[in-house]
Structure formats: structure tokens, C-alpha cells
């Protein structure tokens, strides 16, 4: 099946400073990327939609300046914590399909410990 | 939007036994239902999916049926084994526009030796 890599796996930070992580399409182009933010024993929350040449598309109550998201190439996907904070803690999780209508591939997970 | 309801929460089953976990969907335009599990901290792995056009879909143990009249589609696993411990997730997607995925709540099922 398709690969999705997700850089770093964990990452501990600082209140108050920016992390940025990576998602990777391996062997496939992905128009489209779908960031996930899943708390301790709770389900997998869409947080944006990002779109490769154009803006990110927010969900509701996710702040786009807080989480900045960069779809800069057909294969790469970034999404970055500004100022995080301890209530950021948590395990985010990229996602892409191949092709339209596809199996939605999911990346290893980033877990963000800010202190 | 998609708003996707999972129950049981939590289901301990006795090893060799069936389980079935249930799910329900508003949008009448999903048409795309996917099954997925999840380890303690690892990616979510499909493990069936099933489109609207079809009703049941089965895979060696697992099978997921599908009601769009109801709106409902349900997964279940036969002859379970230690391994199937896990978190399952249902989704559903309405394959047109952003091809948005929903998640239902999670199922923490337990496999009882």
C-alpha cells in the first residue's frame, strides 16, 4: 500500500515556542492532506484540509494562525504549533489518499509534549 | 456536516466469541465507509471498507454491513483472538468536494483469554 511518513514521531517543547511537522507522501502525489488531532483516549479530530498551491481549510474552532499549515509541493505537507501551549499536548496525525475517492493513508503520528 | 455516532464505548468479549460494534451516520450523501483500528499510540490501519452501493462486504473474519435507508453500518468480528484488542474506529465520507473523513467516537474492545 501506499506510504505516509510523519517527521518527528514525538517532539517535547517549551511553552511558548513553535514545533513543525512533516508529512510525506512516499511513493505517491497528494493533492490533498488531511491533518488529525487525537487526545488521550478520544477519536480523531479533522483539523484542516490541506491543499497543495493553496490555502489550508480550517474546521471549525481550529485557529489557522496557531496551527499554520503549508502544502508546498505535491508530496510534502507541514503543519506548525505556533506559541504552543500545555493544552496543545497531543497526538496529531496526517492522512492522504491516492487519487480521488481512495484509501486514506495515515502517517506514523507526531505526539507534542509542551511543558 | 457528518456527524458519525459509535457505540459500544468499551466491549470485552470472550476469546472465540463474536463482537459487533455499531455506527450511524446523518449525511445521506456519505457513501463511503471505512473500519479502522488502532494501537496504543500508532497510526489508524484499515481493516475493511464498504461503499454504498454494496451491502455487505466480508474479509476472512471480518465483515461490515451497510443500511443507507437507516443510515446505520455495523462491523463485526468472529472468532476473536487476543490480537484484536484494540481501538476500532468507524468513518464515513461523502466521496465528492474536499473528500472530507469523519470519525465516530472509538470502541476500546478487549479480547478476554
Known amino acids: ?115 | 456536516g457528518e456527524n458519525v455516532e459509535q457505540h459500544p464505548s468499551t466491549l470485552s468479549v470472550q476469546e472465540g466469541d463474536s463482537a459487533v460494534i455499531k455506527c450511524t451516520y446523518s449525511d445521506s450523501a456519505s457513501n463511503y465507509f471505512p473500519w479502522y483500528k488502532q494501537e496504543l499510540g500508532k497510526r489508524p490501519q484499515l481493516i475493511i471498507d464498504i461503499r454504498s452501493n454494496v451491502g455487505e462486504k466480508k474479509d476472512q473474519r471480518i465483515a461490515v454491513t451497510l443500511n443507507k435507508t437507516a443510515k446505520h453500518f455495523s462491523l463485526h468480528i468472529t472468532e476473536t483472538q487476543p490480537e484484536d484488542s484494540a481501538v476500532y474506529f468507524c468513518a464515513a465520507r461523502a466521496d465528492f468536494g474536499n473528500e472530507k473523513l469523519t470519525f465516530g467516537t472509538g470502541t476500546r474492545l478487549t479480547i478476554i483469554p
Open chain 1, 1 to 115: 500500500g501506499a506510504v505516509v511518513s510523519q517527521h518527528p514521531s514525538w517532539v517535547i517543547c517549551k511553552s511558548g515556542t513553535s514545533v513543525k511537522i512533516e508529512c510525506r507522501s512516499l511513493d505517491f502525489q497528494a493533492t490533498t492532506m488531511f491533518w488529525y488531532r487525537q487526545f488521550p483516549k478520544q477519536s480523531l479530530m479533522l483539523m484542516a484540509t490541506s491543499n497543495e498551491g493553496s490555502k489550508a481549510t480550517y474546521e471549525q474552532g481550529v485557529e489557522k494562525d496557531k496551527f499554520l499549515i503549508n502544502h508546498a509541493s505535491l508530496t510534502l505537507s507541514t503543519l506548525t504549533v505556533t506559541s504552543a501551549h500545555p493544552e496543545d499536548s497531543s497526538f496529531y496525525i496526517c492522512s492522504a489518499s491516492r487519487g480521488f475517492a481512495g484509501e486514506l493513508f495515515f502517517g506514523e503520528g507526531s505526539r507534542l509534549t509542551v511543558l
